[in-house]
């Protein structure tokens, strides 16, 4: 991978990450058009960056969060100094639960996920479904709950909708707040939560990726560094655009966007510019 590849790719992944359009099904197209599908641990690695663009930006809700979920253990240096009704150690308790299914299902299903997952005709298939779903929920979703509002259940179906983004094309910001929006959470409430909850995931399968495939030689280190940066800075900037605009616009230009978008992806395999199923040894490397 060349350093101009690695700023294209950054650029994906930073613009992509939080918009619910994908960032994965973004990298594997834009990858397979360069000539080589960058692979599931470089995606994993890259979205290191994206995902402390998250951090950065809600460092003062993490930290409180934190405070307040240590505050409230009955053990501990600190225990019993929160209540455990305090609606930062239950969001805390909520990410935790909510975490459980991706990870579960991530080490249950690695193998399809760096492989069988990354079949470009399923991933045409989940951009269009999961774009109608979005907009299904945008349009009939009461969009009255807060985060306050928040219950074990809830976080639990929140959990399970990140984790069908194991599949590129389903998105996991357009899961989750698909999820939030047919729960009846409004469209800000459902973004933010959605950034949180994806910390420890993201963050947990990047470092995994990094620590066994990337160390070992798995792919090309100063590409995927570049990228990483890259993904990060501007990753950050989506994130402040897209709050912004979820607080006074509908979803609806994404939904039109993962349908054109699935179309193309069609389109590209039928004409041979981009190969369907990944090549896994290009997969493997990088």
Do not use: C
Not at 12 to 27: C, D, K, M, N, R
Not at 207 to 214: A, C, E, I, N
Not at 238 to 265: H, Q
Request: proline share 5%.
């Amino acid at each position: 991978m060349t350093w101009l590849e690695a700023v294209i790719l950054g650029l994906v992944q930073g613009l992509t990450e939080f918009l619910p359009i994908s960032s994965s099904a973004h990298l594997r197209i834009v990858g397979d058009l360069m000539g080589a599908d960058p692979g599931a641990a470089f995606t994993a690695i890259t979205q290191i960056g994206t995902e402390t663009a998250v951090v950065l930006y809600f460092r003062k809700d993490i930290v409180r969060i934190v405070k307040a979920w240590f505050g409230a253990l009955p053990v501990g240096p600190w225990k019993n100094t929160v209540p455990t009704t305090d609606p930062d150690a239950r969001m805390g308790w909520y990410v935790i639960a909510g975490s459980v299914p991706i990870v579960l299902l991530g080490v249950l299903l690695e193998d399809a996920i760096d492989n069988t997952f990354r079949n470009l005709y399923l991933t045409a298939l989940t951009l269009a479904v999961f774009g109608v779903l979005l907009g299904v929920a945008d349009a009939t979703s009461r969009r009255t709950k807060q985060l306050d509002h928040m219950t074990w259940r809830d976080a639990i179906v929140f959990g399970l909708a990140q984790a069908m983004a194991l599949v590129p094309g389903v998105s996991r910001s357009g899961g989750t707040i698909t999820a939030g929006l047919l729960m009846g959470y409004t469209r800000e409430a459902a973004a933010r939560y959605s950034f949180l909850l994806a910390i420890p995931a993201v963050l947990g399968s990047g470092f995994y990726k990094l620590f066994t495939d990337g160390l070992d030689g798995g792919v090309d280190p100063v590409p995927t560094l570049v990228a990483t940066v890259v993904a990060f800075v501007v990753g950050y900037f989506v994130i402040i655009w897209f709050l912004k605009l979820v607080s006074t616009r509908s979803y609806l230009p994404f939904v039109v966007y993962r349908l054109g978008l699935a179309v193309v992806v069609v389109a590209l395999i039928l004409t041979g510019l981009v190969s369907a199923v990944p090549d896994v040894a290009v997969a493997r490397v990088g």
